[in-house]
């Protein structure tokens, strides 16, 4: 059976508690972790993407770029 709030009592902490508690949870889980595994498929895609861009790195769009066409469409 999994704990649940009551059982570990952490239902009797403060909000303030609970949220360092989630924060100190948050902070134990290695980065590792976090970050999920590409599909082959992705890691391909992402090959590619890295090759056009070292073949013609000003083909693309700044970010910068991006955001102002962005902000322009209605």
Do not use: C, F, H, N
């Not at 949870?25 to 599909?39: C, K, M, Q, R």
């Not at 890691?43 to 770029?65: C, F, N, T, V």
């Amino acid at each position: 059976m999994s704990p649940t709030l009551q059982s570990l009592g952490i239902d009797q902490l403060t909000s303030a508690e609970r949220l360092q508690l989630v924060e100190e949870i948050w902070d134990s889980i290695p980065d590792e972790e976090l970050v999920p595994a590409l599909t082959d498929a992705q890691r391909l895609d992402l090959q590619r993407r890295i090759s056009e861009y070292e073949a013609d790195p000003k083909a693309g769009s700044s970010w910068e770029e991006v955001k102002a066409r962005l902000r322009e469409q209605p």
